[in-house]
């Protein structure tokens, strides 16, 4: 059974970079067709795909986030990564990572969620 | 970017009833590529539907998807307790990949 597992600092001050990692277990990140994925989430409110990346380390980011977003790949420990620059309160969120399949095109394995919150 | 937008808001129903949602896609959604989710409150979505009528792996068969185009449904045939929750839709059929606002199923 796959799973997916978010951490990094659960506190980011204005101006400053979050970062998050998302630990891959029950398959390799390099197997079949599929893309990792960061999804957030602002409290009460919906999704918003921020963008993915494939184990190839090919990405593609959400035009809205674009600047400030970097995705990148650890294929020996079976882990993916986000960055996100010059944060502000507005980014504050539950971060999602997810299994994207191409067939499909629809995320099929979610993590549980990472609450990053931005505050000085 | 594909613009989905989720009616009703909230649907109030009660169990055993039929579930109705609508997701309305401002273009032509390519391939039928349109998913839904079930989310509760503290948890991460739930895959329900792929392709706009597969269901995902262990999901029972009163959900079901239906449509094309720009418009498409999810249907939940004899609501159950736990099927209390919130309803995305989200497509891929153009990036960037997008979902709607949600539909809040409660009793």
């Known amino acids: 059974q796959l799973q997916l597992q978010e951490s990094g600092s659960g506190l980011v001050k204005p101006s400053e970079t979050l970062s998050l990692t998302c630990a891959v277990s029950g398959d390799s990140i390099s197997s079949g067709t599929y893309s990792w994925n960061w999804i957030r989430q602002p409290p009460g409110k919906g999704l918003e795909w921020i963008g993915y990346i494939y184990h190839s380390g090919s990405t593609y980011y959400n035009p809205s986030l674009k600047s400030r977003v970097t995705m990148s790949v650890d294929k020996s420990k079976n882990q993916f990564s986000l960055n996100l620059t010059s944060v502000t309160a507005a980014d504050t969120a539950v971060y999602y990572c997810?299994?994207?399949?191409?067939?499909?095109?629809?995320?099929?394995?979610w993590g549980q969620g990472a609450l990053v919150t931005v505050s000085s | 970017e594909i613009v989905l937008t989720q009616s009703p808001d909230t649907l109030s129903l009660s169990p055993g009833e039929r579930a109705t949602l609508s997701c309305r896609a401002s273009q032509f959604v390519s391939s039928n590529f349109l998913a839904w989710y079930q989310q509760k409150p503290g948890q991460a979505p739930r895959h329900l539907i792929y392709r706009t009528s597969n269901r995902a792996t262990g999901i029972p068969d009163r959900f079901s998807g239906s449509g094309s185009g720009t418009d498409f449904t999810l249907t939940i045939s004899g609501l159950e307790p736990e099927d209390f929750a919130v309803y995305y839709c989200?497509?891929?059929?153009?990036?960037?990949?997008?979902f709607g606002g949600g539909t809040k199923v409660e009793i």
């Open positions: 997810a299994r994207l399949t191409v067939r499909g095109g629809s995320f099929d394995y």
């Open positions: 989200q497509q891929y059929g153009s990036s960037p990949l997008t």
